[in-house]
């Protein structure tokens, strides 16, 4: 899941119509962020990423810290894992503007490489109770 070339670099979404496009992916949440992934099906290209955090998530200190701390993430770790031709957006939630490092970057890498752990129990496959 880690990208062929080590030194590869992760763009950014730019514009609202970026991120709403995003919304349309996959969501993969956690209890620090919720991370929205979309294939735009161009392979070559490299991965691109954007970050949001809303005004009641705190005041514009504590959302700019909040946003600093995920690009610094991406930018050391989650980077790398990151596959070629997508587009993720980062939402913070309140609680990453006191998590550990340690625990934003094990988060994030985890959601990226889509190994979430599942909690409860599982849904039958076909909807029907099997005859109870």
């Known amino acids: 899941m880690t990208s062929n070339n080590p030194k590869s670099t992760v763009g950014r979404l730019k514009s609202r ?12 949440k956690g209890p620090l962020f919720l991370l ?7 392979p070559e290209s490299q991965p691109r990423c954007g970050f949001t955090v809303t005004k009641k998530h705190g005041n514009a200190v504590e959302r700019n810290r909040m946003r600093r701390r995920l690009k610094e993430a991406v930018r050391l ?13 980062i ?3 309140r609680d990453l503007l006191n998590a550990p490092f340690e625990r934003l970057v ?14 409860g129990r599982s849904r039958p496959a076909s909807g029907k109770n099997d005859g109870k």
Request: one cysteine or more.
């Open 91 to 93: 939402v913070a939630r």
């Open 36 to 42: 929205e992934v979309l294939d735009r099906g161009e």
């Open 17 to 28: 119509p970026q991120f709403l496009a995003v919304r349309k992916g996959e969501q993969r």
């Open 106 to 119: 094990g988060g994030l890498r985890e959601r990226i490489e889509n190994k979430q752990k599942i909690h």
């Open 77 to 89: 770790c989650a980077g790398f894992a990151m596959k070629p031709g997508h587009d993720y957006v």
